[in-house]
Structures are given as C-alpha cells and as structure tokens.
C-alpha cells in the first residue's frame, strides 16, 4: 500500500527556500517516480533492479543533474541532487542508492578530477544510464579509517597492477566501471601515498567474491569484490599518483549531503501513512490521533523532516558555491538518517500489527532507513567529524 505523495511535500515548498526552478523540478521527478518506480517499488525488493530502469533514469536526465554539461549532465548543482534522492528513496530506498553509487559516488571523482577524455569514456554513458558505477573504498579490516587501506597497486612500465579486496560495495557485482582506491607509495603516509584508478570489471583479475544478503535496500546489490593483479593502462590512473586521499575526501561531503536527501525520502512515506491511518484508525470510540501518545508522536515526525529538509538544502547550497561543508554534511547526513530510523519506527508503532505486516511499505523503509546511519560514515565517526571541526572554528 502507497498512500502517494499526501500534502507534506507540497506544504513544505516555501520559495524561502527553494526558487520556482527547484519546485519545478521536483514534481517532475515525482511525475516520472510515479509512473515508473511506485508501480513496482515492492516488485524491486525481490532484487537486483533492473538496468532498463536506471537506463530510463539517466534518460530523463535524473543521473547528471550535478554534473557539467560537457559530460552530458545538466550542471544544476547538488540541490538538485538531493531532490532527486528524496524522490526516488520515497518510492524505493535501494534503487536510488544504486543510482547515487553511480552517479555520486563514482560520478563525482570523475567529474571533478578525470580528464576531459576520461569524462566523455567513463563518465558520460553512466549519466546516460547505459552503464553503472561503483566506488571502492570499504575494505574487510577498513571502513572509516581509509587511511588503513590495504589495497595496494604496484608500477610496471606504465601500467599499474591492483590487488587487494572490497567489500559492501553498492553496485559492485552490476558495476560496469569502478572508481578503487589503492595504495602506491607504502614509504609514505597513505594521505601522500593512495591513487584512485578507474577500473574496467571485465578487467582479467577482477572477481566478485558474493553479493552480501542485506536486511534492507533489497533492489540494489552490495558485493565483496577481490582483485587479483588488475592491470590498470595509465590513462585510468584518476588524477596524479598520490592524490587518492584528497579525491576520495572530496568525495565524502556530496555523498553525505545526498544520503540525507536520501534519508528524508525514506521518512516520508512511514510519516504520510502514520499520519492517515491515525486519523482513519479508532479505538475506544475515539480516533487514535486524539491520544497524545499517538499525535505527540506525530508532531515529532513533522519536526525533523523539516528540520532535516533544511539541514540537508543549507549542505547542498555551500557545496554548490564551492564552500568547504565538512561540518554541515555531517551534520546533515547524522541527522537525517538518524531522524528516519526513529519516523520509520514510531509509524510502525503507530500502525500497530498492520505496520508489522506487509501490507503496509513502513517495514521495507525501515528496514532501509537502518543502514545510513552505517554507510557512508557511521554515526558514531560523523559525530566524531563534527565535534572536530568545531573545535577547529574555536581554533582549539
């Protein structure tokens, strides 16, 4: 059951906020998730999505909507971004963190350090959809610690050779390309000694080990991979030898603000049938909504969705100019994931036995909602980030 779009969105578009464009925008997204993903949005759980899908993604232009348009993307900025996160996580969690580990977190090194003939090879037909990315950081032993990588490339002539192994990487097993970080110089600290390479997977070398059987985001594909002496022709090398770790922190502040965009779609949905079926559901002659215990809940919902709305905009307009956002992604990201674990499982609460069942989407989207206070920085070292980067602004 989908309760459609209710009027929380429509309520909420202040043009305080966002321009007439913007508004725009998003009910077209919604218009296209409407008709393509909310019809089969149980159907995708049963997984993988189908590539068709992210082809008809990347067609309507939903996959370039913050890259330049000398690649093909319509260079609207990371606002943009989010909306389209928001859109498709309301309708289905998995899908769009297929499409952001795409065109975010494999898109957005790319895009910002490829060359001109790397961008037109390896960027332009994922943001046409017809081919899917992958970023490869997470590591058996290494998760937030990436300065512990133990991927390692050796030098040969001019090419490189990758060995090493990866794992929870979305996409990894469906990946057509993968943006692998890799250790080059081991004599040096791994900040001055880690390469970013685009590697081809149908690259001899290159394995999936298992596709790791999830709790939730049922539609995408997380997968271990290994290399195994994957030679890498230096005009895969991203960037310059050594600037690894300065690509990959790039990296992080777009991925966080557009898993909080992600995070708010996940929430709208528990929150909109929590909200209807309070006012529809009675017990003891009364309407449950009219117990404090069920509208006080409520009241909560409504509060951090729109607080994180903001939080999420505010990370997204500093990184469209070009600011540093490391605190406000943080902050953005650690919010908002942390909001639609709680939303998703008051309105279960709210829904009672119903919600435990699946006649109702709130258990798929909490199931979703439960790994982003994971993926893309835990909530325990975002927590750590940003008291850190308070400290520095009180030059302590």
Known sequence: MNPGPGRFIMDYLSKTFWTEDEIKFREEVRSFCDKEITPIADKLDKGPYPRDLIRKIGKAGYMGVHHEKAAGGSARGLSYEIIVAEEISRCNGGLDMARMASATLYGMPVGKFGTPEQKKKYLTPIIRGDKVGAIGITEPDVGSDTAGM?????????????????????????????????????????????????????????????????????????????????????????????????????????????????????????????????????????????????????????????????????????????????????????????????????????LGGSGYTTDYPVERFLRDARLMTIGGGTAEILRFLIQREVFKEFEL
Not at 205 to 233: A, C, E, N, Q, T
Request: with cysteine; proline share 3%.
């Open 150 to 350: 133990k991927t390692h490339a050796v030098q040969d002539g001019d090419d490189w050779f990758v060995t090493g192994e990866k794992r929870f990487i979305t996409n990894g097993s469906q990946a057509d390309y993968i943006c692998c970080f890799a250790i080059t110089d081991p004599n040096v600290d791994p900040r001055n000694g880690m390469t970013a390479f685009i590697v081809d997977t149908k690259t001899s070398g290159f394995s999936v080990v298992k596709d790791h059987d999830l709790l939730g985001m049922k539609s995408s594909r997380v997968s271990w991979l290994k290399l195994d002496s994957v030679r890498i022709p230096p005009d895969m090398v991203l960037g310059s030898p050594g600037q690894g770790f300065k690509i990959l922190m790039d990296e992080l502040d777009s991925e966080r603000t557009a898993i909080a965009g992600e995070a708010i779609g996940y929430a709208r949905i528990p929150y909109e049938t929590a909200v209807k079926y309070a006012n529809e559901r009675q017990q003891f002659g009364k309407r449950i909504r009219e117990f404090e215990g069920v509208s006080f809940k409520i009241a909560d919902m409504a509060m951090k969705l729109e607080a994180g709305r903001a939080l999420t905009l505010n990370a997204a307009r500093m990184l469209d100019k070009g600011m540093k956002a490391t605190k406000q992604a943080s902050i953005a990201k650690l919010y908002t994931t942390e909001a639609a674990v709680q939303i998703t499982n008051d309105a279960l609460q709210i």
